[in-house]
Each structure stands twice: as C-alpha cells, then as structure tokens.
C-alpha cells in the first residue's frame, strides 16, 4: 500500500537508534516544526528501542487476528496471473519475533512491509507512531506519457503549479537547493523527459516501486501508482502526487535526476531532496521523546474493541469522528432499519486520510456539474455529444441517511443524463478505493436494469472463513443468545444462503460450510452467502428502474486500474456480467492492464473482531487476541466473493484484463474532460468498436 522507498535503502544500525547519552533529544529538534528534514524525522521516529513487551504484543494480537482473514492461505502460493504472491504470513510472524532490530520503528518498517508482499489491499498492519506521521514530498511529480509515439517518463506538466499552491513555505528550500542555472527555476522542469532516475533507467524505479507497494494483485496498477493522478473524493477534486513525490515514511533523503527540459536539446542533471512534512498531531504533540510516546503511540479509546452490550458501550466514540487511518476502515455499525447492518466493503486504507493536495483548477471540467451531483457522484454532459458522464469517486459514506440520498442522486443524475440526451455513458473511477456494498449493488442494478443477471442478486455470493473462535461466537450468539439486538457480524440472521433465503437460526452456518485444502492448507469456510441488498425498497426505501439506464455496448468504465473492494466489485459485474468496456489510462503499453484490483468481499479489522470477540463473552479464550497496547490497526479480508465466469472460486485471484489501454499525453494527463472527450471520440461514437483490444 504504502510506497517506503523506490529502491532498496541500506540504512545503518547507528542511525535508527537514539542513544540516552545524546546531548540532545531528537525529538526537540523538530518540536512544533511544520516541516523538516527526513533524517531529522527518522531520528525522532527510532529514538526508543523495541521493547520485547511491545514485540509480544502486536505479534499475538496479529497472530489470532489472521485466522479471520479469508486469504491466507490462498495467498501462500496465488494462482496465475498472479503468481508472484507467495507470502507465508504465520512463518513471516515467527521470522519477525525472532529478528533483532535497532528500534521499534526498523521493527514496524519490517512488520509493516511483510504484509505488503500479498498485495492485498484489505490486509496489512499499520501503526499511528510511524505512518503517515511525516510524509516525505518531493516538489518533482512524475507521469508516463506517449509522445511521438513513444512512451517515456516526464516530470508532470503542472508539477510546479501544483507544489508552489501545496507546499508554500517550502518551495525556496528546493529553489536554493538547484544547482547552476537551475537554482531558482524549479518552474523550469515542469513537462521535463525524465531520462534516468538515481542513475539508471527510469522504469527500472517504477518496476521496483511496482515490487514492494502492496496494495493490487496487478503489478500493471502498481507500476501506475508511481506517477501522478486525479481523483474525487466525497467533496473536491484532489490531485494525487503519486509514489515517487510522496512517501508515508521519511526514509528517503534525496533523489538524483537526469532530465532534458521543454524545448532544449541539452540535459540538465540534478539532486534535489525530499522533505518530510509533520501530520497535526506530530507537529502539535511531539515535544520530546516522552512526549511522543504518550501522546501519538499508546493505545486510544478506538485501538480495541468492545463489548456491545457492556453499560460502558455508549460511551464508544462516534466512528465518524475516529482518527483518520482506522476511519478509512468502515467497519461502522449503522441502527438496523428493515436490515441488520448496512455493510461497507471498506476504504483501502492506503488513501491517505488527509487529500489537501487541489487538482489545478485549469484541469478540473470547465462545466458545470449536474444538479443532482452528491458527493462522490457528479454528473457531466459533454459539449455537442450524446456522452454523459458519471464521476464515481468514492462509493464512501458515512452514515444511513447519506447512503439513502447518495443512492437516489445516482438514479436521478443518471435519469437527468438521459432526459438531456445522453445515450452513451463514461463511468471514471479514477482512484475509487471503495466503500459501500449497497451503493456497489445499487449502482449496477439501475444501470443494468431487471434480468437474471441483477435479481436477485446483484453483487457476488460471498464466504468468510470458518476459524474455530469464529465457529464459536456463532454457538454462543445461538445457544447463549449474546447478541439480542442482531448487530453482531456472526448472527445467522444477518445472512441469506445460496438460494437468498435466510438462514436458519438454530444452526451454525460456519460449520456447514466446506472443508477445502488451499496450498495443500487444510482451510474451512462458512456456506455460500447470498444477496444481501435487494430488495432496494427494504433496504433502501427506493424502487429501481424496470428497464436499464444505458446499452451496455454504449458505456466505458475507465480509470488509473486504481478501482477497489465496492468498486471492483461494480465493475466486475458491469464487466464479466454484461460486457461494459473497459479503459485503463496511462499505463504502460506494452504490459496488459486490469482495471479493477483488491476485490474481498468485505474488509474488516482487530478492532471490529475484538468487538465480536468480547460481545460474545469469549475475550478469555485461548484463541483470543489480546488488547493492543499501542495505536496500531490490523486489516484483514473478512469475506470473498466468489467469481462470475468461475462461480466456485474466488473472484480475487481471476482476471481482470481491460479492453482498452489508453495513453495519455501532455494535452491530457490528469485533465479528466480532456481524457472523457478523446475516450468518446474513439471508442463511443463508433459502435462496432466493441469489445476491442489494445494492444
């Protein structure tokens, strides 16, 4: 998920440990500092050693949480095309209890990296002292560009604009840092041609990134990941910088570039470092290393779970206002209306929680969106065409009545689109990292209108795994009748089986399930799940639509391949169900995209199972996870949805090819109009170009 570093760092012992006999505290050398350099934030961040209380404690907490997660073993050994998933996380856990480290923070990189390697966006470990603390910036965004007919890596044409609006106060340190003629021209290198990155070839930076980021099962979408891109999150228009500007962890000093400047046939080459920039709370709590440890890394109000039924669960703070990486998790436990839960597929968690980077005003649509745009839903008519287009963001939502009203805006602006003409549609979900299941279901029910193949069942049939503590909450919420008000995950009554009736209350659906072996792993699942939305009039009090919105052969899907959880799960349907053509835009064009990525079924986290864990009165079982000590998050696959062209295995580890590799170019990257129009020239105003390839 995170990008630490695009190549290997070779960081010495003596730099990642703060000696009691320094004469100074590092940690006070960057007190109330906005901005700072990345040796100066790392001093900070490896100023206590790992404690072996602390090692303990993350290792078992992760250790009892892992059997919740759906994938682990299938992540063993993945199966073509992604075969380069192979990670042993149980034999990882004990490799990393066993390791010597030189601080807590070498500890956590090591953690933190090692659940990386099953580029799965739903699984990792992530800890409030070190992530996201001190984000490193380069003013230097990059993106891959056809020119000529050729691809290449070039510095982003609005780099400057860009880092003079966001990193004001910052901008003269990388002025003055520029050598010779360079030295206060950083507006220069905006739309430069990258030709080497610390020495060599550039895409030789982009494939290791691409090794080591997490996130997809697509390397295609993680080698996409370096560069820039836009997106629309559930207010604005933001810019992302992309993996080589932006990094979540201060390891990395400085970068060396050889590029050729606009309109120059000569090469300028250059370092210019990175700066690391202090989150709210490091700049407002870090006073000193105490300090540190108090008030960012110890264990909040929303570290662990709760007992729902305990006096004290009122008490539990509003999940809304949670602390920004476990928000992104959306696990939240909306009141019942004619459902027990509305559910969330989750919000990867690499988005960072904070996008203040603006896109450009120059690049945002010069029209007007539709009225009836909501949040992560705005509509478009483009100019003198039959094209209207959906800007899908985020299927994130915060509670109930926004998943209602957000649902019925993307009926309406779908319905204004037609009423204005439009008989042709592009869907851009650019950066969709995921959110709500119902809204996933909903969208592609209104858009695909009433058939076999969206009732009763518009998602995927789903299954979690069958681990004996799981089996267990199941008995007791049966036979102890823990949970009253049905709010827990494990509830029979929460479900509908294969057939999408419900399941019987007095049985154990986890027991029922098959017993399957997963890279010669003895694994066992619950039964088959089925729909869990329709009917939309008890869910969410809205009738569809008959007939379908669009013809399927005049809709695009498009996006970075950055299109996740809730979002996969939309356009798989759209995709494998009905054809829908999809577009991956600006990746390389010799190595085949996916559009979709980090499919689940649905996330969850220690925090939710420790929820489920205590409601059920087991919080002393020996398989029980204990409290964590510090402020960290464990994310896991609670579900997997079974596939659409292979129904019997899970639809994480099948294909997702895009139809069309579309590049981009100085006129068009990150200028989402610009891309909508040349999609609509090319591939929608001409109908026999279903289905096409390319390359």
């Given at each position: 998920?995170?990008?630490?570093?695009?190549?290997?760092?070779?960081?010495?012992?003596?730099?990642?440990?703060?000696?009691?006999?320094?004469?100074?505290?590092?940690?006070?050398?960057?007190?109330?500092?906005?901005?700072?350099?990345?040796?100066?934030?790392?001093?900070?961040?490896?100023?206590?050693?790992?404690?072996?209380?602390?090692?303990?404690?993350?290792?078992?907490?992760?250790?009892?949480?892992?059997?919740?997660?759906?994938?682990?073993?299938?992540?063993?050994?993945?199966?073509?095309?992604?075969?380069?998933?192979?990670?042993?996380?149980?034999?990882?856990?004990?490799?990393?209890?066993?390791?010597?480290?030189?601080?807590?923070?070498?500890?956590?990189?090591?953690?933190?990296?090692?659940?990386?390697?099953?580029?799965?966006?739903?699984?990792?470990?992530?800890?409030?002292?070190?992530?996201?603390?001190?984000?490193?910036?380069?003013?230097?965004?990059?993106?891959?560009?056809?020119?000529?007919?050729?691809?290449?890596?070039?510095?982003?044409?609005?780099?400057?604009?860009?880092?003079?609006?966001?990193?004001?106060?910052?901008?003269?340190?990388?002025?003055?840092?520029?050598?010779?003629?360079?030295?206060?021209?950083?507006?220069?290198?905006?739309?430069?041609?990258?030709?080497?990155?610390n020495g060599e070839n550039p895409l030789v930076a982009?494939?290791?990134?691409?090794?080591?980021?997490?996130?997809?099962?697509?390397?295609?979408?993680?080698?996409?990941?370096?560069?820039?891109?836009?997106?629309?999150?559930?207010?604005?228009?933001?810019?992302?910088?992309?993996?080589?500007?932006?990094?979540?962890?201060?390891?990395?000093?400085?970068?060396?570039?050889?590029?050729?400047?606009?309109?120059?046939?000569?090469?300028?080459?250059?370092?210019?470092?990175?700066?690391?920039?202090?989150?709210?709370?490091?700049?407002?709590n870090i006073k000193d290393v105490a300090s540190y440890?108090?008030?960012?890394?110890?264990?909040?109000?929303?570290?662990?779970?709760?007992?729902?039924?305990?006096?004290?669960?009122?008490?539990?703070?509003?999940?809304?206002?949670?602390?920004?990486?476990?928000?992104?998790?959306?696990?939240?436990?909306?009141?019942?209306?004619?459902?027990?839960?509305?559910?969330?597929?989750?919000?990867?968690?690499?988005?960072?929680?904070?996008?203040?980077?603006?896109?450009?005003?120059?690049?945002?649509?010069?029209?007007?969106?539709?009225?009836?745009?909501?949040?992560?839903?705005?509509?478009?008519?483009?100019?003198?065409?039959?094209?209207?287009?959906?800007?899908?963001?985020?299927?994130?939502?915060?509670?109930?009545?926004?998943?209602?009203?957000?649902?019925?805006?993307?009926?309406?602006?779908?319905?204004?689109?037609?009423?204005?003409?439009?008989?042709?549609?592009?869907?851009?979900?650019?950066?969709?990292?995921?959110?709500?299941?119902?809204?996933?279901?909903?969208?592609?029910?209104?858009?695909?209108?009433?058939?076999?193949?969206?009732?009763?069942?518009?998602?995927?049939?789903?299954?979690?795994?069958?681990?004996?503590?799981?089996?267990?909450?199941?008995?007791?919420?049966?036979?102890?009748?823990?949970?009253?008000?049905?709010?827990?995950?494990?509830?029979?009554?929460?479900?509908?089986?294969?057939?999408?009736?419900?399941?019987?209350?007095?049985?154990?659906?986890?027991?029922?399930?098959?017993?399957?072996?997963?890279?010669?792993?003895?694994?066992?699942?619950?039964?088959?799940?089925?729909?869990?939305?329709?009917?939309?009039?008890?869910?969410?009090?809205?009738?569809?639509?008959?007939?379908?919105?669009?013809?399927?052969?005049?809709?695009?899907?498009?996006?970075?391949?950055?299109?996740?959880?809730?979002?996969?799960?939309?356009?798989?349907?759209?995709?494998?169900?009905?054809?829908?053509?999809?577009?991956?835009?600006?990746?390389?064009?010799?190595?085949?995209?996916?559009?979709?990525?980090?499919?689940?079924?649905?996330?969850?986290?220690?925090?939710?199972?420790?929820?489920?864990?205590?409601?059920?009165?087991?919080?002393?079982?020996?398989?029980?996870?204990?409290?964590?000590?510090?402020?960290?998050?464990?994310?896991?696959?609670?579900?997997?949805?079974?596939?659409?062209?292979?129904?019997?295995?899970?639809?994480?580890?099948?294909?997702?090819?895009?139809?069309?590799?579309?590049?981009?170019?100085?006129?068009?990257?990150n200028n989402p109009e610009e891309i909508w129009k040349?999609?609509?020239?090319?591939?929608?105003?001409?109908?026999?170009?279903?289905?096409?390839?390319?390359?």
């Amino acid at each position: 998920m995170w990008n630490f570093g695009f190549a290997p760092l070779a960081v010495s012992a003596a730099t990642f440990v703060y000696s009691a006999a320094t004469s100074k505290d590092p940690c006070t050398l960057i007190s109330g500092k906005g901005w700072v350099s990345p040796a100066e934030a790392r001093a900070c961040m490896t100023a206590f050693p790992l404690e072996p209380k602390a090692r303990a404690n993350i290792i078992d907490v992760v250790s009892k949480t892992l059997p919740f997660h759906a994938s682990e073993n299938y992540q063993l050994q993945a199966p073509a095309p992604f075969q380069t998933i192979h990670v042993d996380l149980s034999a990882e856990l004990a490799r990393l209890n066993r390791t010597q480290y030189s601080s807590e923070f070498e500890f956590h990189l090591d953690m933190y990296r090692t659940f990386q390697r099953a580029n799965d966006g739903h699984l990792g470990v992530y800890n409030y002292c070190y992530d996201y603390l001190y984000q490193t910036f380069v003013p230097l965004p990059l993106v891959y560009l056809t020119e000529d007919g050729k691809q290449d890596v070039f510095i982003a044409p609005e780099a400057f604009k860009v880092a003079s609006e966001e990193f004001k106060g910052q901008i003269d340190v990388w002025q003055k840092h520029l050598p010779g003629q360079l030295r206060g021209n950083l507006a220069s290198l905006s739309g430069a041609k990258v030709l080497l990155i610390n020495g060599e070839n550039p895409l030789v930076a982009v494939n290791d990134n691409a090794k080591v980021r997490g996130e997809s099962q697509s390397a295609a979408t993680r080698q996409n990941l370096f560069f820039a891109s836009y997106g629309h999150d559930s207010t604005s228009w933001y810019y992302n910088l992309g993996d080589f500007a932006r990094q979540i962890h201060p390891i990395v000093d400085s970068v060396q570039l050889t590029v050729q400047r606009p309109n120059s046939t000569h090469t300028d080459t250059f370092s210019i470092p990175y700066r690391s920039r202090a989150s709210n709370p490091a700049k407002n709590n870090i006073k000193d290393v105490a300090s540190y440890r108090q008030s960012i890394c110890r264990a909040s109000g929303s570290t662990n779970g709760y007992d729902r039924y305990s006096p004290s669960a009122a008490s539990r703070p509003d999940p809304g206002k949670m602390p920004a990486v476990a928000s992104l998790h959306q696990e939240y436990e909306f009141k019942p209306s004619k459902t027990p839960l509305l559910i969330q597929n989750g919000v990867i968690p690499s988005h960072p929680p904070v996008m203040d980077v603006t896109l450009p005003k120059e690049l945002r649509p010069s029209s007007k969106p539709l009225d009836e745009s909501h949040g992560g839903a705005q509509f478009f008519m483009l100019d003198g065409q039959r094209t209207g287009v959906l800007v899908m963001g985020t299927f994130n939502i915060r509670n109930t009545t926004d998943l209602v009203l957000l649902a019925q805006r993307l009926l309406e602006g779908l319905q204004k689109l037609k009423d204005k003409g439009a008989d042709r549609l592009i869907v851009d979900v650019t950066n969709n990292g995921g959110g709500s299941i119902y809204l996933a279901h909903w969208l592609y029910r209104i858009l695909m209108g009433h058939s076999d193949k969206t009732f009763p069942q518009a998602g995927l049939d789903t299954t979690t795994r069958a681990a004996p503590l799981a089996q267990l909450i199941v008995e007791h919420i049966i036979s102890k009748k823990v949970d009253p008000r049905n709010l827990s995950l494990y509830n029979p009554k929460r479900w509908k089986n294969a057939k999408h009736q419900p399941l019987p209350l007095d049985k154990n659906w986890l027991k029922t399930g098959p017993k399957l072996t997963i890279n010669g792993q003895n694994d066992a699942f619950s039964e088959r799940l089925g729909q869990e939305s329709q009917p939309f009039q008890d869910t969410l009090g809205l009738t569809p639509p008959k007939e379908r919105l669009f013809d399927p052969k005049n809709i695009l899907i498009m996006s970075n391949g950055v299109c996740y959880s809730s979002c996969a799960l939309f356009t798989v349907r759209m995709s494998k169900s009905y054809g829908v053509r999809t577009v991956v835009v600006g990746g390389q064009d010799n190595i085949r995209q996916e559009y979709c990525g980090t499919v689940g079924g649905q996330v969850s986290n220690f925090m939710t199972i420790d929820t489920e864990i205590k409601s059920a009165k087991l919080k002393n079982h020996t398989l029980a996870p204990p409290d964590l000590l510090f402020r960290s998050v464990v994310s896991i696959t609670w579900r997997l949805g079974y596939g659409v062209d292979n129904p019997n295995e899970p639809e994480e580890w099948q294909p997702h090819w895009a139809n069309i590799s579309f590049p981009l170019t100085l006129k068009s990257v990150n200028n989402p109009e610009e891309i909508w129009k040349s999609l609509t020239s090319r591939y929608l105003n001409n109908s026999t170009l279903f289905h096409i390839q390319e390359p």
